[in-house]
């Protein structure tokens, strides 16, 4: 097996011509030909010496993979499949929004996390993407071009794979790489606090946290990680780190109905957020299989927002997108992987 160029930071490339013998501007040349260039061959490597070229391709390949599979919503939301290791599967999905195109990409394959409302959680966990095969998702998109934005909200708990997350955003945000501005790029959690403390030190990419209830008692009914590191240790982190102007952080809060919908919730939020410049996004919950929970009704939704913006929270609703598509994370790729039929040989 070669190794994968793709996904490599610019210090890992350096790495690699000096063992190679080259000189060390190839290093550049070679991060310029695979983010700025899009090329699929060492041999399209046009300034690089054939004699190099050569000594790249007995080693290394470039290691980018297509899609194999699209789904694409009447709302114009699509939900695409690539392949991972293992003979495994995730998802990205691509979300359009009059000027604005987002796309939601995959950290791990499955996850160990095990939320109560996730499906990918229910597929356990199967594998770390690389960094390559995170950017993969981004680069090989259709609709690259289109892009504004990348949220971390796939498959996966991004801050239990921290060290190829930092690097997929290096090659992101960097002028040798991608050059976008980390304002352009959200990363999402559950609350693994050490991690999260080294990603807001190492990159300036926003935050989300997954919250979905106020109580320590209620998030550990439906997200075991409450156990490992509680809540009130989250927010004293988070109420503790200097947000600057330009960094932003949210609160993701699907609403179940009957369990983190009440006044009291609202009034928790309130207590437990003051003094915190953010927003609360209000998620819809779309059922999974054998999930005991439910989602409120439309007015119930609307109401929970007015009540939270009546205490001085920032608070919008998610629009739901892509439901006619599998578009809860996780069920596209587990229904490929129930198939009966053999599976892809990649």
Avoid at 5 to 19: D, N, R
Avoid at 241 to 262: A, H, M, P, T, V
Avoid at 270 to 291: E, Q, T, V
Wanted: glycine share 6%; proline share 5%; hydrophobic share 35%.
């Amino acid at each position: 097996m070669k190794d994968k160029l793709f996904g490599k930071t610019l210090s890992e490339l350096q790495e690699i011509v000096v063992q190679e013998g080259m000189p060390a501007f190839v290093a550049g040349q070679i991060s310029d030909w695979l983010y700025k260039k899009h090329i699929t061959e060492i041999q399209e490597m046009k300034n690089l010496s054939k004699v190099n070229r050569t000594k790249l391709q007995e080693k290394y390949e470039i290691g980018l993979n297509l899609p194999v599979k699209v789904q694409t919503s009447i709302d114009g939301t699509k939900k695409y499949l690539y392949p991972a290791a293992g003979k495994k599967f995730i998802e990205s999905a691509y979300i359009p929004d009059k000027d604005r195109a987002t796309l939601c990409v995959s950290s791990q394959i499955g996850c160990k996390m095990g939320c109560l409302f996730c499906m990918t959680g229910k597929q356990g966990f199967q594998g770390q993407l690389s960094a390559g095969e995170i950017v993969n998702q981004i680069h090989s998109l259709p609709e690259f071009d289109k892009l504004t934005n990348v949220v971390y909200m796939g498959m996966g708990e991004p801050f239990d794979n921290l060290k190829e997350v930092l690097k997929s955003l290096e090659i992101m945000t960097s002028e040798w790489g991608y050059g976008w501005s980390p304002k352009r790029i959200t990363v999402s959690t559950i609350g693994i606090i050490p991690a999260m403390q080294q990603f807001l030190t190492e990159s300036k990419a926003h935050l989300a946290i997954s919250l979905h209830s106020p109580f320590e008692d209620d998030r550990k009914k439906i997200m075991p990680i409450e156990n490992v590191y509680p809540l009130p240790k989250l927010l004293q982190a988070i109420h503790e780190f200097e947000w600057g102007k330009q960094r932003r952080i949210s609160f993701e809060y699907i609403l179940f109905k009957g369990f983190n919908d009440s006044q009291r919730h609202v009034n928790e939020l309130a207590k437990i957020l003051n003094g915190l410049k953010c927003r609360i996004n209000l998620l819809r919950f779309h059922p999974i299989p054998d999930s005991p929970l439910e989602s409120p009704d439309e007015k119930a939704i609307v109401e929970f927002r007015e009540k939270l913006t009546s205490k001085g929270i920032t608070t919008t609703i998610r629009a739901s997108r892509g439901q006619d598509i599998f578009a809860a994370c996780g069920l596209l790729s587990t229904k490929e992987l129930q198939k009966n039929t053999e599976p892809i040989d990649f």
